[in-house]
């Protein structure tokens, strides 16, 4: 980064009194990775585009409660997490409503052998909302057990329980889906 760039807090401040260039110039900062995380959370880059621009709103609206007790990174990826959640939520009330009751999904292709990530992550799609949240934060964005209670808004403990707890579901419907290709 250049060193006569500002930071975030200076960007912040400045966005706080009303310039917008510092905002967008925190946008161009942070877009790839809310992105990202949007992207991981949801599992559709239409979905991802949607919650990350619609975090960048609320972030924008929510700047002069920023209280600076976290990263400006750190606040919007909380920001990002909760819409990404709320919205899987809503789409899978969704299809839920929209389905109909008679047809009966229609089993997953087993992914190739050689390549673990679309069975990964189609695990991954298979977990509860937070617990999926707290395993992308952890290992995909490489954020701290602290980093990722601060995002998700729970005590350090909950994201270790919920850590655990998702490694033992994907370790068992792994093993379930490595039984039935058997």
């Given at each position: 980064?250049?060193?006569?760039?500002?930071?975030?807090t200076q960007l912040v401040r400045r966005a706080r009194a009303?310039?917008?260039?510092?905002?967008?110039?925190?946008?161009?900062?942070?877009?790839?990775?809310?992105?990202?995380?949007?992207?991981?959370?949801?599992?559709?880059?239409?979905?991802?585009?949607?919650?990350?621009?619609?975090?960048?709103?609320?972030?924008?609206?929510?700047?002069?409660?920023?209280?600076?007790?976290?990263?400006?990174?750190?606040?919007?990826?909380?920001?990002?997490?909760?819409?990404?959640?709320?919205?899987?939520?809503?789409?899978?009330?969704?299809?839920?409503?929209?389905?109909?009751?008679?047809?009966?999904?229609?089993?997953?292709?087993?992914?190739?052998?050689?390549?673990?990530?679309?069975?990964?992550?189609?695990?991954?799609?298979?977990?509860?909302?937070?617990?999926?949240?707290?395993?992308?934060?952890?290992?995909?964005?490489?954020?701290?057990?602290?980093e990722v209670a601060r995002i998700l808004g729970v005590p350090?403990?909950?994201?270790?329980?919920?850590?655990?707890?998702?490694?033992?579901?994907?370790?068992?419907?792994?093993?379930?889906?490595?039984?039935?290709?058997?």
């Amino acid at each position: 980064m250049d060193e006569s760039a500002p930071d975030d807090t200076q960007l912040v401040r400045r966005a706080r009194a009303g310039d917008e260039a510092a905002f967008r110039g925190l946008v161009a900062r942070h877009q790839d990775r809310a992105y990202a995380l949007a992207l991981r959370l949801t599992g559709a880059p239409a979905d991802a585009e949607e919650v990350a621009q619609d975090a960048f709103v609320r972030a924008w609206r929510a700047l002069p409660s920023f209280r600076f007790e976290a990263a400006f990174g750190t606040w919007l990826h909380r920001i990002v997490a909760r819409r990404a959640l709320d919205r899987r939520e809503r789409l899978k009330a969704r299809a839920k409503r929209e389905a109909p009751e008679a047809d009966a999904p229609e089993p997953a292709a087993p992914a190739a052998a050689d390549d673990p990530g679309p069975r990964l992550e189609r695990l991954l799609d298979g977990l509860p909302e937070r617990a999926r949240a707290a395993v992308v934060l952890y290992y995909y964005e490489d954020r701290a057990v602290a980093e990722v209670a601060r995002i998700l808004g729970v005590p350090e403990g909950t994201v270790k329980t919920l850590l655990s707890r998702a490694r033992l579901s994907l370790r068992e419907a792994w093993a379930r889906e490595e039984a039935r290709q058997r």
